[in-house]
């Protein structure tokens, strides 16, 4: 399934391609409210495009040489104190 990407609403079905997971983990994140969803009416549920990108963003594991680079930017305004 295509997703457009200047789509900022997307059904359930649609989340799922965006986000590449199986239908139960989209469940599962919805009842645990660990992302946000909508659902007017009671009905289907529907996820603004930017929250899934906010939940995918989440938990960033930075590489080795970007931590070293933080590291070594640290100790040297430390030096200058």
Do not use: C
């Amino acid at each position: 399934m295509e997703i457009k990407s200047e789509k900022k609403i997307l059904s359930f079905k649609e989340a799922l391609a965006y986000l590449d997971v199986s239908p139960s983990l989209l469940y599962k994140l919805t009842s645990q409210r660990t992302i946000t969803y909508f659902k007017p009416n009671g009905g289907k549920i529907y996820f603004q495009k930017a929250d899934l990108d906010y939940w995918m963003l989440q938990n960033e594991n930075k590489s080795k040489g970007l931590l070293e680079e933080k590291l070594l930017t640290k100790i040297k305004s430390k030096k200058h104190e």
